[in-house]
Each structure stands twice: as structure tokens, then as C-alpha cells.
């Protein structure tokens, strides 16, 4: 073994940058895809961040609310008379927390009065449900957390 491998200040000049580029790399492997968890577009003037909030208002003027059941046979949405019936298609996306290649797009399809419903797996994970109308004039969201397959949406909105 050479001398130079038993002195301390050698580990000190090679090991500790060789373990930060290591590190470094792994993190930068590891951060891989979407960092963003929501998928709206922003407008970023100097500091400020600001979106379109059209849809939010709109849901809150419309008194807007539904509630997500999950279960192995698919989503069952059930609504009170504020989602018109008109609204024949409704679109739910999935936005998987952690996780861009999770984010899912389902169809409503009206199954029984003030209820959508659509078969498609859903995935089981942590995330955020988005409803939006068929012209896409309002939206609501709610937040599944894991183990829970009773999901409220509400408008992002409320009246204070």
C-alpha cells in the first residue's frame, strides 16, 4: 500500500470532491421530469407569478361542487344539480404528485341522474383531481391523499 493512501489529507483532497460529484449526479439523475406539480400555464413578469383564474371565479359563481368515488371498477362522479346536464361530457385530470409520467385524462360519461362515470383505472397514488366542464368555463379540484377514495372538489375559489 502506497505511503500517500495512509495519509488523511489525501483522502481529504480526492475522496471529498470525488463524493460530492458523485452525490451531485445521483441528485441530478434523481430529479428527473416535472418539478412543477401544477400543470397550469403561468405568465412571470419580474417576481410576480400569475394565472388565469377565469375558470376558478366562474366554478365559485356557479356554486360549483361534486365529489369523486374511486373503487377497482372505475370513478363514479356525483353532483347536485349546480353541474348542468348539458356539461354531456365532463373532463377529470389526474396530476400525480411526485410523478409527471403519473398525470392521467379520464371522460366523464353521464350515467344516472347527477352522475359521470367512466371504468378506466385510476391510479393509486397521492395527487390532484381537476374537473372541468365540457367548454372548459369553469373547473373544480380536490386533493386525494393516499388510502382515501372519497375525494370533495371544490372550487379553488370561496367567498370570504
Do not use: Y
Amino acid at each position: 500500500m502506497s505511503a500517500a493512501v495512509r495519509q488523511p489529507l489525501f483522502w481529504l483532497v480526492v475522496a471529498l470532491p470525488s463524493v460530492a460529484i458523485l452525490a451531485g449526479t445521483w441528485m441530478i439523475l434523481r430529479a428527473r421530469g416535472a418539478t412543477d406539480v401544477t400543470p397550469d400555464t403561468v405568465l412571470r413578469i419580474a417576481q410576480i407569478q400569475t394565472t388565469d383564474e377565469r375558470r376558478d371565479r366562474r366554478a365559485l359563481e356557479l356554486d360549483v361542487r361534486a365529489t369523486l368515488d374511486i373503487d377497482d371498477r372505475g370513478i363514479v362522479l356525483l353532483s347536485d344539480a349546480t353541474v348542468n346536464a348539458e356539461d354531456s361530457v365532463l373532463q377529470l385530470f389526474f396530476v400525480h404528485a411526485t410523478d409527471a409520467t403519473g398525470d392521467r385524462h379520464f371522460a366523464l360519461q353521464p350515467c344516472g341522474a347527477h352522475r359521470w362515470c367512466t371504468s378506466d383505472a385510476t391510479p393509486k397514488a397521492r395527487g390532484h383531481f381537476e374537473l372541468r366542464s365540457a367548454d372548459d368555463s369553469w373547473r373544480i379540484a380536490g386533493v386525494r391523499e393516499l388510502g382515501r377514495d372519497h375525494i370533495i372538489l371544490l372550487p379553488a375559489w370561496s367567498n370570504p
